[in-house]
Structure formats: C-alpha cells, structure tokens
C-alpha cells in the first residue's frame, strides 16, 4: 500500500534555528518524492522534489531509501516559513495520483 | 495566466442534495485531479481525467463523478451528499508525459471549494 506519515502535526522552532520536518513513506517500487507547502491564505503549492535536487528557500530533503524517508530540512529559520507542509509520493511515471501525509504545521517563533 | 481556477469558493449544502464543482486547468495543461481535504487532514485523491475519460481512481464510492470537457476543464458531481462529504475540494492540473522522472509533471492546485453539508 502507498503511505504518506508525518509524525508530527504541530512543530514550533524559534527563529534562526534548524527546522527538521518529518517524513516516511511506504511504496512499493520507486517513487518520486515531493514537498508541497501551504502558506497562509494561498493554495498548496510544490516546494521541492527529490528528482529536482534543488534547493528552494533554503530547505533541502533527502531521499533515504534504505530507511524511506524523505525528511525536508532548512538550517535556519525564517519567520516567512510558517506554513503547513506536506510530504507526498506519486509513481514514477507521468502525472500519477499523489498520496499525501497529513501535514506538518510549522510555526516560527520570533 | 490565472493558474487553476475552481467555482464556487464556497457553498452550503443538505444531506441529499447534489453538487457540482467546477475547475479550470492552468494554460497548457491536459490532466485534471481531484482531491478532498478534510479538516486537518492531508488532501485524498478522488480521481483523474485525461483526454475526457476518468484514468485513475482513488478509493471514493461511485457517488463520486466528474467529467472532462474538450478544453481540458473539469466538473467533479456529488450525489446524495452526506455529512462526512463536507470538506475542501481541490482540483490540480498537470500536463500528461510518459516520460519517467519528468520534472514538467508538476501539479498546480487551484484554491479549492469549501463544502458544508448540513
């Protein structure tokens, strides 16, 4: 079965500390890995995917296939990063369904 | 470019009754997915239609349906509506590749339908 778990539904870091946002999945096969982020009032939107290997407003996530995690990381907080994030995975192949974890919310303290 | 458009922003409706939801895909794209959000939960996939006919599914019951038109927009029906059917439907659009890992398979979600049933 494709399974999306973020094991934490709230985390608050102060301002200029690491921020480590959670993610493993079950997939069976090789999925691609993506981070999408909900700001304030705005749609969801992508922030990052592991096929990409960008780095987007500082935050990096690693694809960990031995321990299958895809946790998304950014070493100093910004106030602006408040948001929800989501960790999701689709099929390798074309525009596949994605299958979402709960969600993370992310509150900077200043 | 307006980028994925949904309508209604909001809507009210009584178990029973039947709904329809209306998305327009962002400029160049041809594929099409719904999504419910319940509250405080991650967006679930209800299905995806690709040349006008529904290719994938999620695990919703056939009360469930939509429609594709020829200029790529969308419509996602809800008959006998019940409570648990209250939640923010998204709609996202992305442009269908067969090829593996291709980074212009992005998709772009709308801002969603709030639906209360009540």
């Known amino acids: 079965a494709q399974r999306v778990t973020q094991p934490e539904k709230l985390l608050s870091v102060f301002k200029g500390a690491p921020v480590e946002l959670k993610c493993n999945y079950s997939y069976s096969g090789s999925p691609e890995l993506f981070w999408y982020v909900q700001y304030s009032r705005q749609r969801l939107q992508l922030l990052l995917r592991?096929?990409s290997r960008e780095s987007i407003k500082g935050f990096t996530a690693d694809l960990n296939k031995g321990e299958t995690s895809f946790h998304l990381k950014k070493p100093f907080a910004q106030e602006e990063d408040s948001a929800m994030y989501y960790c999701a995975l689709t099929g390798p192949q074309g525009a596949q369904k994605l299958v979402f974890g709960q969600g993370t919310r992310l509150t900077i303290n200043p | 470019d307006a980028g994925v458009t949904q309508s209604p922003t909001h809507l009210i409706k009584t178990r029973g009754q039947q709904v329809t939801l209306r998305c327009s895909p962002k400029?160049?794209?041809?594929?099409v997915s719904w999504y419910q959000q319940a509250l405080g939960q991650g967006p679930q996939f209800i299905f995806q239609?690709?040349?006008?006919?529904?290719?994938q599914r999620g695990n919703f019951p056939d009360r469930f349906s939509g429609h594709q038109f020829p200029n790529y927009s969308s419509e996602l029906n809800v008959n006998a509506l019940l409570l648990g059917d209250s939640a923010l439907y998204l709609c996202?659009?992305?442009?269908?590749?067969?090829?593996?890992?291709?980074?212009?398979?992005?998709?772009?979600f709308g801002q969603g339908t709030r639906l209360t049933v009540v």
């Open positions: 400029s160049g794209h041809d594929t």
């Open positions: 239609y690709y040349e006008e006919e529904e290719r």
């Open positions: 592991h096929i």
């Open positions: 996202a659009s992305s442009l269908d590749t067969l090829f593996l890992y291709n980074l212009d398979t992005e998709a772009f």
